[in-house]
């Protein structure tokens, strides 16, 4: 079983949609989530980190964390074409981070 | 200020070559990493340096051999590589390294491109 796990999409959601994104991992004890976009041919850049239960908003964006279920979410609201890229979660468990495969998202206008 | 640089941008090498990538921050963080990514695929990490030392080697062939020179700088030095290679090797910083129950977001640089021919 994988760390962490992805559907790697394609993920397609009209202009000004909410997009979702979901990831779940295997290990209990994982401490800390992230999300990367990355754009293709270029490098992961972070868009959010979430370490406690709940729910985390920056700008459009929406972190969502449930430590029972093992699942981390980005829901990205009022979706634009430049919000086409692949996301990529990230979870860091003792000293290891481990990427998921990836979401590839495309904001159709 | 959360910056990563990365030179050269591009590198074209031939088997026999040695070159070396190299990688700056100025954050102050005390954590450098260096990542293979093939298309399509996510970062698999190399190298882990925390303060300097080597911490984590994921069983990378010795024809890569990292060296920090001091906490701002990370490199990589590349000797006989083969095609498959070819990738784009991506240099990440964090505050420190994970460990127990403290773990912290890592910023990536541009990357290199490179192709082995």
Redesign the interface.
């Known amino acids: 079983q994988k760390e962490v796990e992805q559907n790697s999409g394609p993920l397609s959601v009209p202009e000004g949609a909410i997009a979702s994104l979901n990831c779940t991992y295997s290990d209990r004890g994982s ?2 989530f ?1 999300w ?1 976009r990355q754009y293709s ?6 868009i959010m ?1 979430i370490y406690s239960n709940g729910d985390k908003e920056d700008g459009r964006f929406t972190a969502q964390l449930n430590k029972a279920s093992q699942y981390v979410s980005l829901l990205i609201r009022d979706s634009q074409p430049s919000d086409s890229a692949t996301y ?1 979660c ?1 979870v ?1 468990t ?4 481990y ?4 979401t590839s998202l495309t904001v159709i206008p | 200020d959360t910056e990563v640089t990365q030179t050269p941008k591009h590198l074209v090498m031939g088997m026999t070559n040695k070159k070396s990538l190299k990688c700056e921050q100025h954050m102050g963080h005390r954590a450098m990493y260096w990542y293979k990514q093939k298309a399509k695929k996510p970062p698999e990490l190399m190298f882990v340096y925390s303060y300097e030392k080597l911490s984590i080697n994921e069983s990378v062939p010795s024809r890569f051999s990292p060296e920090c020179p001091n906490s701002s700088l990370l490199n990589l030095h590349l000797h006989a590589l083969q095609p498959e290679d070819s990738a784009l090797y991506l240099c990440a910083s964090s505050q420190d390294e994970a460990s127990g129950g403290d773990s912290y977001e890592q910023y990536f640089g541009p990357g290199t491109r490179l192709t082995v021919t």
């Open positions: 401490q800390s992230f990367y041919g270029k490098s992961p850049e972070l980190f990529l990230a860091t003792g000293n290891q981070f990427f998921g495969t990836g």
